[in-house]
């Protein structure tokens, strides 16, 4: 019964959605106040129906309800409860229903949030989502029915893939989710303001913190997946290149430079049909990276689907919803009037190099990922283009933006003075090249690149916050003076201070990760010993020991410095019965933000076993740095500014009577 209602509530939801992609819009033509008003409930509604359906399918995985094919097919009563959750999303069927649930949800929340914009703006944009809403939703109910029966149920289930019984899984798709879907708001903002011909500053405002929480929620996403890779995996790693990878990264760059394209709108009026091109390949980008991990195109441990009519099906809506945007975009831009001009030197000056800079990089990697496939489609022949190919294209497009970053900000708007800004960034420069020196000095030599990278993360983390300190006059005017001028600056500027300093720390991790990282790959028998980095690692026993849902192959390492013994190391291997596969788990051993990594291979005749251990001097920057990212995201989130929109128009005061 719970399977029947789930589905019937997917159902109605279609039902609904339709309702709102047609009656919203057709008000908006005919200025029909009463039909444009249809869009608010029923959004609301629709995402009732698709939580009701998502709830629905959640309580079949934890009641282990075997009559259904997709628990059967990625569940078992002996696998833990949280596995149990988060099994709903780790699968195709289940995964597509989380995907309309976070659809029907930001649908929803322009709903009810969304009342400072003029009503047809509203209707066509809540129009269009629902036109997205509705592809998928027919998508699921023709070829993904999560709630399909099986005639004869049997006793047990074949248990989720071993690599997905994680607690990464627990967060890292639905952030990853909502940051893929998150950018449907702007595709539709964009698409909307094409429809009717008009785009201003308003517009850019009102978009902007959709956009901006879209982007905070897929770089935790993409963050928590490179983290989850690292050490679930055992690959020692924290970025492959994988095609599927790419397919976040591809959206997350068009994002970032909507983000900055959408300031010079919002500030100058300007790069308005830049600003909208950006907006729709955000999205179309999103919509890639699902046909990418769905269609079957490409081999991955991420991806969930093989089925070639349901890659059909999505080609269809990236054709549609892609073509379609683009084909109004090349029609009605050119009626869109440009705004005001501005000098190359000047802050929006800047923030257009951000996005040649950020739109190149997204080219390079979207043809290094979609070139192998066209030629394999055309000709037959299979090529494989991996990091080399990305690491040379990619990295000299990011290292001028990163030391292009600090200098944004220092600029005047309309016309800046360079020469004034690299003066004011003479503290960095100083700072950049201390860190320098003080890295040839501690590392001895080494890679001649890596003391250049680690000098261009401390100035882009230095230069981050040079603007906020001279706008408080800090070291110029008493502390207390400078501190209620910090709290009284515009909470966007902090917030991007503080994103451009987690980028530079990110840097910092990666340029420290990459050149004096350690790998040591050898295989040991118990009692033996091996040093790396000045740690040493004594093999002491293996044990074996039963899981909830798997059988393991633990191995014990006493980890020591200086003879202090510093704790216990315990790499394994898991075998699920249930699928019968195996799954390595790495074990980690955190000193300060570096790492020891340590997995196993396999057990040898004569009771050795295959090691691979690393040493990851600040890895833990990396994933640290997008945090702070996020955490400077939000704080430009919470700006009045970001959340009033337009402001509405005053009421006019009532006469009052003569006397």
């Known amino acids: 019964m719970i399977a029947e209602v789930g589905h019937y509530a997917l159902v109605l939801a279609l039902a609904l959605a339709l309702i709102q992609a047609t009656l919203p819009i057709a008000g908006a033509r005919l200025n029909d106040r009463l039909l444009m008003g249809i869009a608010e409930p029923v959004a609301v509604v629709q995402f009732l129906f698709v939580a009701l359906a998502f709830a629905a399918l959640t309580t079949l995985y934890v009641t282990s309800d075997f009559s259904v094919l997709n628990v059967y097919e990625n569940s078992h009563s002996a696998k833990p409860l949280i596995y149990k959750i988060t099994g709903v999303w780790g699968n195709h069927e289940g995964s597509m229903l989380l995907w309309v649930l976070i659809l029907a949800l930001f649908g929803a929340l322009v709903a009810l949030f969304g009342s400072n914009l003029p009503q047809t703006l509203r ?27 099986i005639a004869r149920p049997p006793f047990e289930g074949r248990d989720l893939n071993p690599v997905l019984q994680d607690i990464g899984l627990a967060v890292h798709p639905p952030l990853l989710y909502l940051g893929y879907v998150g950018f449907s708001i702007s595709f539709s903002f964009a698409v909307a303001a094409l429809m009717e011909g008009r785009i201003d500053a308003a517009w850019a405002r009102w978009v902007r913190p959709w956009t901006l929480a879209a982007w905070c929620f897929l770089t935790l996403g993409i963050s928590m997946g490179s983290y989850w890779a690292y ?56 919509l890639l990276g699902t046909f990418l991990v769905r269609s079957g195109v490409l081999t991955s441990v991420h991806t969930f689907a093989s089925d070639p009519t349901r890659g059909v099906f999505i080609l269809c809506i990236l054709v549609f919803f892609i073509g379609g945007s683009l084909a109004l975009y090349a029609w009605r831009a050119s009626a869109l009037k440009q705004g005001g001009l501005f000098a190359p030197i000047s802050r929006e000056g800047s923030l257009v190099l951000n996005n040649l800079l950020l739109t190149t990089a997204c080219a390079t990697v979207f043809v290094g990922t979609l070139y192998p496939l066209a030629l394999e489609s055309l000709t037959g022949d299979k090529i494989s283009v991996g990091a080399p190919f990305f690491n040379a294209t990619f990295g000299p497009l990011f290292l001028p933006l990163m030391i292009a970053m600090p200098f944004g900000p220092l600029l005047a708007w309309k016309r800046g003075d ?13 700072v950049a090249l201390i860190a320098m020196g003080v890295t040839v000095a501690i590392t001895h030599g080494g890679p001649v690149l890596a003391p250049f990278l680690i000098g261009v993360a401390a100035f ?25 001028r910090l709290v009284g600056l515009p909470r966007s500027a902090i917030g991007t201070a503080i994103a451009h300093f987690g980028l530079g720390v990110c840097l910092l991790g990666i340029a420290s990760e990459a050149y004096y990282g350690a790998e040591r790959i050898l295989s040991m028998k118990p009692g033996q010993s091996v040093e790396v980095r000045g740690y040493d690692l004594t093999f002491d026993n293996l044990i074996a020991r039963p899981g909830p849902n798997y059988r393991e192959l633990v191995a014990k390492f006493t980890v020591k410095s200086g003879g202090e013994t510093l704790g216990i190391l315990e790499p394994s291997k898991r075998t699920f019965t249930a699928r019968n596969s195996a799954t390595t788990e790495a074990a980690l051993m955190t000193r300060g933000f570096s790492q020891i990594y340590l997995s196993l291979g396999d057990v040898g005749d004569d009771g050795s076993i295959a090691v691979r251990l690393y040493h990851k001097p600040l890895v833990l920057l990396i994933w640290l740095g997008t945090v702070v990212m996020v955490i400077g995201g939000v704080f430009s989130l919470s700006d009045r500014r970001l959340r009033v929109g337009a402001p509405r128009a005053a009421r006019k005061p009532k006469l009052q009577p003569a006397e």
């Open 460 to 484: 882009a983390m230095t230069g981050a916050f040079i603007d906020i300190v001279e706008r408080i006059q800090l070291f110029r005017q008493p502390f207390g003076l400078s501190l209620r």
């Open 418 to 430: 360079l020469y004034g800004a690299a003066q004011r960034l003479t503290a960095a420069f100083v």
């Open 231 to 286: 050490y679930e995996l055992g690959w020692g790693g924290w970025w492959f290149w994988d095609p599927v990878e790419n397919a976040s990264l591809m959206p997350w760059l068009a994002g970032t430079a909507l983000l900055h394209s959408a300031v010079v709108m919002e500030k100058r009026n300007a790069l308005k049909v830049w600003t909208i091109l950006l907006a729709i390949l955000a999205f179309s980008l999103s």
């Open 123 to 149: 209707a066509n944009v809540l129009g269009v989502q629902a036109w997205i809403a509705s592809a998928f939703f027919l998508f699921i109910l023709a070829t993904s029915n999560p709630f399909a029966r």
